[in-house]
């Protein structure tokens, strides 16, 4: 039985235009449980608000391939600010002119904590927000100062949850501090011709590059370091590869 969040992921990949075969691949979910969702109208069973870390008793754990997309947008663009009374608050920021990421966000943070999750506008941008006394429980990077200046390695729980759903992660971090861009030269004449697609990463930590680097090797895709803090994937072949897991931002 797949954790009930599952479905809200489910529901925002489909409504952004993914097809059933390409949700049940990546979500591992099979496409009659989806016809049953969307028949259902995508309801959601309530569910124990319980840390899948800290509680041996919680009712279920979440649902793994949302949550290495979450850590992927984490490790990007998020940031986890302690509160009064041990609450926590976890932000991600997206820009405005990707609503579908902004959903897969939303779905994705609901995915792994169970409950409400709002929006904050600020300018060009919003904040998917999230209110938990569990975030660094979940997300054990956690820590003071900024992510370049501190060391950041997956626990081991983390890591098997990666090499799992290596695909969900890369999402993150390419959608997060990531863009696929289309090459282009000026010709002799002074045309300007249109190249190939390819696909960038930048991040100032070495250690979040290394995550990203690992992921990549994990689906099978190479790649270059034209920077310290870049990491960018220009063959064909790779850039299929992530056209199926990552695709452009929208």
């Not at 990949?13 to 691949?25: C, F, H, K, W, Y």
């Not at 090499?163 to 971090?173: F, I, N, S």
């Amino acid at each position: 039985m797949h954790p009930p969040a599952t479905r809200r992921l489910a529901r925002a990949l489909v409504e952004s235009g993914a097809t059933d075969s390409e949700v049940a691949r990546r979500l591992v979910v099979n496409r009659s449980t989806l016809r049953l969702w969307r028949r259902e109208g995508w309801r959601e069973p309530l569910v124990r608000n319980t840390c899948f870390r800290c509680d041996p008793e919680a009712s279920a754990t979440p649902d793994l391939a949302a949550y290495a997309h979450l850590l992927g947008l984490y490790l990007g663009d998020g940031c986890i600010s302690d509160l009064r009374r041990g609450v926590q608050v976890l932000r991600i920021a997206c820009c405005d002119d990707y609503p579908r990421l902004i959903d897969e966000c939303e779905a994705s943070m609901g995915a792994v904590r169970p409950g409400a999750v709002s929006r904050v506008q600020a300018q060009g941008c919003q904040y998917v927000v999230g209110y938990w006394k569990h975030w660094s429980c979940v997300f054990p990077q956690h820590g003071a100062g900024r992510k370049h200046e501190r060391e950041i390695v997956l626990a081991p729980w983390q890591q098997e949850i990666v090499d799992e759903h290596p695909g969900m992660l890369l999402r993150g971090l390419f959608h997060s501090d990531g863009c696929r861009v289309q090459n282009w030269a000026i010709g002799a004449n002074g045309q300007r011709y249109e190249g190939y697609p390819r696909y960038l990463f930048s991040n100032v930590s070495q250690d979040i590059i290394g995550i990203c680097c690992a992921a990549l090797d994990r689906v099978g895709v190479s790649y270059t370091r034209p920077r310290r803090d870049t990491v960018s994937v220009a063959r064909r072949a790779g850039v299929a590869v992530l056209d199926e897991h990552v695709g452009p931002k929208s």
